[in-house]
C-alpha cells in the first residue's frame, strides 16, 4: 500500500509536469503567433504612410533633389565620395525634426495608440553611366550597417523591418568644367529600408494573453491543489485503517490472557468443589463455561481470520479432491442441528489436487456457514466441483440473495450486507474476507453470482 501510495505520488507528479511542459510549449506558441501578428499588423497600417501623406511626401522630394544634385556634383568629379554622403546627411538632419512631428501627427490619424519610432536607413548607393557601365559604389551596407537617413534614432536590433524601396533613375544635368559647360548623364541605384521601433510591445503582446495566461495559471493551480488534497486524504485515510486494524488485533490478543484464567478458574471449581457445588450452582458455572468458550471463539476468528493472503504459510499436498470434498460436506451435515437442511453433492473430479486442507477446508466452510446462516426455510445447497481445465467448486444455495450493488464489497473485511433490514443473523463479517484470502494464497479466484430472495452462488477456481 505504501509503495502504492508512493508510485501515485511519483507518477501524479510527472504527470503534472508533463502537462505543465505541454501548457509552457502552447503558451510559448500562442506568444510568438501573437507576436508575428501584432507586428505585421502594425507593419501593414504604416505601410505606405510616405506616399499616402502628402507633406511626407514632399520632404521626401526635398531631400531627394537635394541627394541628386549632390550626386551630380560627384559625377562630375566636384567632391568626394565622402563629400557626398556627409552633405546628404547634413541635409536631413537639418530636415529630421519636421519628419518626425509630421509622421507622428500620421500616426496619430491612424489611431494608432502605443509608441511608435520610425526610420529610414540607406542600404546601397551605386552610381554608373548612361548604360549602366563603370559603376561606382558610394555606400554598401553589406560589410557594415545601413546608416540612418531620417526618422527617430534607434539601433537595428531594437527595429523590425517594414519594407524596403529601390529607387532607380536616369538622371542628365549640365556643369561647367574649365570654363565649358558639358552635359551628363548617370544612372543611379538607390536602395532604403523602413523600419519601425514599438516601445514595450512585449508588454502589448502579453497583455493581450492576459485571459489565456491568467485561465492557465488558475487550472495548473486548481489540479495542483485537487491532486494534493487527494493524495493527503489518501495517506491521512490508509494510516487510520491501520491504526484501526492495530488496535482490533492488539485488543483481541489482550482479551485471550483475561479468558484463559477464567477458563482455568472455572475449571478449578467444577473439579475442586465437586460435592459442594448445588445442581443450579451447576448449571450457572456450565453457562459460564459456555460463554467462556464462545467469546474465545470470537476472538480466535477475529485473529486468525484478519490475516493477508501473503501472511498465510500454506503447507500444501496433494489431495484427492471427491474423497476429500464428501468428507467436509458430510461432517458439515453432521453438525447442522437442523434436519431440513438437504445438501446435494454433485463432484466430478478425476485428478488429484494440491491444497492446503487445513486452510481451504475453512474456506469451504465459511461459504457453507454462510449459506445456512442467510438461508430460508427448506433451505437446499448444492455443492458442484469438476476439473475441466481448473479446480471448481461452487456452492449454491436458495437463501435471501444479496443485492447485485453489494456484491463487489462482499469480500472487504468487517463489510456485512445492509442492517437488520435484510437479515438478523450476527457476525463480523471475516469469513468471506478471509475465504478470499485463502483462495489467493492458492492463485486462486473466487467469484459471486446472487439474485435477492433468489439465491447466492459463491464459485471457487484453483489452477490445477
Ligand atoms: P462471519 O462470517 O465473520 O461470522 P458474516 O457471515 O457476516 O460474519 P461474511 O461471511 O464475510 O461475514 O459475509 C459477509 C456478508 O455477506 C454477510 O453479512 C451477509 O450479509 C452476506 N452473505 C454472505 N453469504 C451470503 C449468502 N449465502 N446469502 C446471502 N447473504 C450472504
Ligand atoms: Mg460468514
Not at 488496535?247 to 465437586?274: C, D, G, Q, R, Y
Amino acid at each position: 500500500m505504501k509503495k502504492k501510495i508512493r508510485l501515485l505520488i511519483i507518477v501524479s507528479v510527472l504527470g503534472l509536469l508533463a502537462l505543465s511542459l505541454i501548457q509552457g510549449y502552447l503558451i510559448n506558441n500562442t506568444y510568438k503567433l501573437k507576436k508575428t501578428a501584432f507586428i505585421s499588423e502594425t507593419r501593414r497600417s504604416i505601410s505606405r504612410m510616405d506616399d499616402l501623406s502628402p507633406v511626407l511626401d514632399t520632404i521626401n522630394d526635398m531631400w531627394q533633389d537635394r541627394f541628386l544634385n549632390y550626386v551630380a556634383d560627384f559625377y562630375a568629379k566636384q567632391i568626394s565620395k565622402k563629400q557626398l554622403l556627409s552633405s546628404l546627411k547634413s541635409y536631413t538632419d537639418s530636415i529630421n525634426s519636421l519628419y518626425i512631428v509630421t509622421y507622428q501627427k500620421e500616426l496619430k490619424k491612424k489611431n494608432i495608440e502605443y509608441n511608435l519610432k520610425f526610420n529610414k536607413i540607406v542600404n546601397t548607393i551605386i552610381i554608373a553611366d548612361s548604360i549602366g557601365n563603370n559603376s561606382d559604389t558610394i555606400y554598401n551596407s553589406k560589410p557594415k550597417k545601413g546608416f540612418h537617413l531620417l526618422g527617430d534614432k534607434f539601433t537595428i536590433e531594437n527595429g523590425h523591418k517594414v519594407s524596403s524601396s529601390l529607387w532607380l533613375t536616369d538622371h542628365s544635368f549640365n556643369r561647367e568644367i574649365d570654363g565649358e559647360l558639358k552635359s551628363f548623364v548617370y544612372n543611379l541605384q538607390f536602395e532604403t529600408e523602413d523600419r519601425m521601433n514599438i516601445d514595450g510591445w512585449k508588454q502589448i503582446v502579453l497583455g493581450r494573453m492576459t485571459l489565456l495566461l491568467a485561465a492557465s495559471i488558475f487550472i495548473f493551480l486548481l489540479v495542483f491543489g485537487l491532486l494534493y488534497y487527494s493524495i493527503k486524504n489518501l495517506i491521512t485515510q490508509k494510516k487510520i485503517v491501520d491504526v484501526k486494524t492495530d488496535f482490533v488485533n492488539n485488543i483481541t490478543h489482550e482479551l485471550k490472557t483475561p479468558l484463559s484464567t477464567l477458563t482455568l478458574a472455572t475449571k478449578m471449581l467444577k473439579v475442586n468443589h465437586k460435592d459442594a457445588i448445588s445442581k443450579n450452582t451447576q448449571s450457572i458455572i456450565n453457562t459460564i463455561e459456555r460463554q467462556n468458550v464462545r467469546l474465545q471463539k470470537l476472538i480466535d476468528q477475529v485473529l486468525n481470520n484478519s490475516l493477508g493472503y501473503q501472511e498465510i504459510e500454506l503447507r500444501k499436498e496433494k489431495v484427492n479432491a471427491t474423497e476429500y470434498l464428501h468428507t467436509i460436506i458430510d461432517d458439515f451435515q453432521l453438525s447442522l442441528d437442523s434436519k431440513s437442511i438437504q445438501i446435494d453433492k454433485n463432484i466430478n473430479v478425476n485428478q488429484n489436487i494440491f491444497i492446503d486442507k487445513f486452510y481451504f477446508t475453512t474456506a469451504i466452510l465459511n461459504i457453507l456457514e454462510n449459506a445456512v446462516k442467510y438461508g430460508k426455510e427448506n433451505l437446499k445447497i448444492i455443492v458442484k466441483a469438476n476439473d475441466s481445465k481448473d479446480f471448481k467448486v461452487s456452492i449454491s444455495d436458495n437463501g435471501i440473495g444479496i443485492p447485485k450493488k453489494e456484491l463487489k464489497f462482499l469480500f472487504d473485511k468487517f463489510y456485512r450486507v445492509g442492517n437488520k433490514e435484510i437479515h438478523n443473523v450476527k457476525g463480523l463479517g471475516l469469513g468471506l474476507y478471509y475465504t478470499n484470502q485463502i483462495v489467493r494464497a492458492h492463485h486462486g479466484t473466487i467469484e459471486v453470482n446472487s439474485e435477492l430472495t433468489k439465491g447466492t452462488t459463491f464459485t471457487i477456481t484453483i489452477p490445477l
